[in-house]
């Protein structure tokens, strides 16, 4: 008889909510935490707590008070570093500490990736003040991405196309940064042509697993649509499985990473990498593969086994996105979205909006072989119908 696990999910999002279902069909017990109440996760988790993650403190003393056999991130405004400590005592992190220091700050990953490992990146420089910026963006030359060392969903990143650019850019990756770093990264432009999220399952006691590329389109440095397959030719993506897997094992541990890469004329670059189900992957609830990405983190984490990860339908998804600020959000339109054949639709459930908050998603999808582009028009069709409306 196996005793359940009791874990503890860092971030209590749309991606820990499906996190937190599957390890539960599992047997599994789960601890919410999150900065607010009623976090999407907490609404299906046995147990939710409400703190400030970055408060060590307070970190080391939830982790006192529910001694969680499993520690999971899901976001990136985390102590990191308590992590360490955290493993010292026994207790699963994961990926692991070293993973989840290095992944939560864009600069240790960068420097991992290029500087150790030898990856192919856009070229870079750090900047930790307006003056800073200037001086590398000098360096980098126009157009730059400037992006701050801990955010998600491409909170704070903007392009800098001429000088006039810089001190906007400036400000905003500090009124958007996730947690209290002010550093940022600056990325030369990179003119591709397509963008993907490779999947990337390292296990306990099994090979590492690819899933198939999922290509996506991305605004305010934030995804709206994603698509899988993304037909990629094999040299590319055999050089992009190489990449993922001498990134994985350098940083170690089990359970899924959302590893991205640019492809353009001039060939393939790394891009970022994600230690946890990736917001794109969330394609893989419509049924793309034998295993979502949710389930696949599941096992991974838990050492059970994924003896292999099937194609079994081309698929795409597409965001619905709030208009609007406001509490107690409803929606409208979910009988002519669900109209459409071979669509679904995912409501999160956060209790409150703001302009471009996701709210959302909308699923198509398609025999193996179907048009991608096709089933990505119907899920972005689906997404258009729902109305979200909230109280002022």
């Given at each position: 008889m196996t005793t359940p696990k009791k874990i503890m999910l860092l971030?209590?999002?749309?991606?820990?909510?499906?996190?937190?279902?599957?390890?539960?069909?599992?047997?599994?017990?789960?601890?919410?935490?999150?900065?607010?109440?009623?976090?999407?996760a907490q609404q299906v988790a046995d147990e939710r707590e409400v703190i400030d993650m970055l408060d060590g403190n307070a970190l080391d003393a939830l982790v006192a008070k529910h001694k969680p056999d499993i520690v999971v991130p899901e976001i990136e405004a985390i102590r990191t570093e308590r992590f360490y400590c955290y493993e010292k005592q026994g207790?699963?992190?994961?990926?692991?500490?070293?993973?989840?220091?290095?992944?939560?700050?864009?600069?240790?990953i960068r420097d991992l990736a290029a500087a150790e490992?030898?990856?192919?990146?856009?070229?870079?420089?750090?900047?930790?003040?307006?003056?800073?910026?200037?001086?590398?963006?000098?360096?980098?030359?126009?157009?730059?991405?400037?992006?701050?060392?801990?955010?998600?969903?491409?909170?704070?990143?903007?392009?800098?196309?001429?000088?006039?650019?810089?001190?906007?850019?400036?400000?905003?990756?500090?009124?958007?940064?996730?947690?209290?770093?002010?550093?940022?990264?600056?990325?030369?432009?990179?003119?591709?042509?397509?963008?993907i999220t490779l999947l990337t399952v390292t296990q306990k006691n099994g090979p590492t697993l690819f899933c198939p590329p999922i290509g996506h389109r991305q605004e305010r440095g934030d995804y709206q649509e994603s698509w899988q397959p993304c037909r990629i030719s094999e040299t590319l993506l055999m050089e992009a499985q190489e990449m993922a897997e001498k990134v994985t094992r350098s940083l170690g541990g089990a359970g899924i990473w959302g590893v991205e890469f640019f492809l353009s004329d001039e060939g393939l670059y790394f891009s970022e990498l994600s230690p946890r189900p990736h917001d794109t992957g969330m394609v893989t609830l419509v049924g793309t593969q034998n295993l979502s990405e949710f389930e696949l983190h599941a096992r991974a984490i838990l050492g059970l086994p994924v003896p292999e990860i099937s194609l079994m339908r081309a698929g795409a998804s597409a965001v619905i996105l709030a208009e609007m600020e406001g509490n107690m959000p409803r929606f409208s339109g979910l009988e002519e979205a669900l109209a459409l054949p071979g669509t679904d639709i995912r409501i999160f459930g956060k209790p409150s909006a703001r302009p471009y908050r996701r709210m959302g998603v909308a699923l198509a999808s398609g025999d193996p072989e179907s048009d991608v582009e096709a089933i990505k028009k119907q899920a972005i069709t689906s997404a258009a119908k729902v109305n979200i409306i909230c109280e002022e």
């Open positions: 971030g209590s999002g749309e991606l820990g909510k499906e996190f937190v279902i599957a390890v539960q069909r599992l047997g599994q017990h789960v601890v919410a935490v999150d900065s607010y109440n009623d976090a999407p207790i699963q992190v994961v990926p692991s500490a070293r993973a989840a220091n290095f992944t939560m700050n864009r600069k240790a490992l030898g990856l192919r990146t856009a070229r870079y420089r750090y900047a930790a003040s307006l003056e800073e910026l200037i001086s590398a963006v000098e360096n980098i030359g126009l157009p730059s991405v400037v992006k701050p060392l801990m955010s998600s969903s491409g909170k704070g990143q903007s392009i800098i196309r001429s000088t006039s650019d810089i001190e906007n850019a400036w400000s905003y990756s500090q009124s958007a940064k996730r947690g209290d770093i002010a550093e940022v990264i600056v990325e030369s432009f990179i003119p591709f042509h397509t963008e």
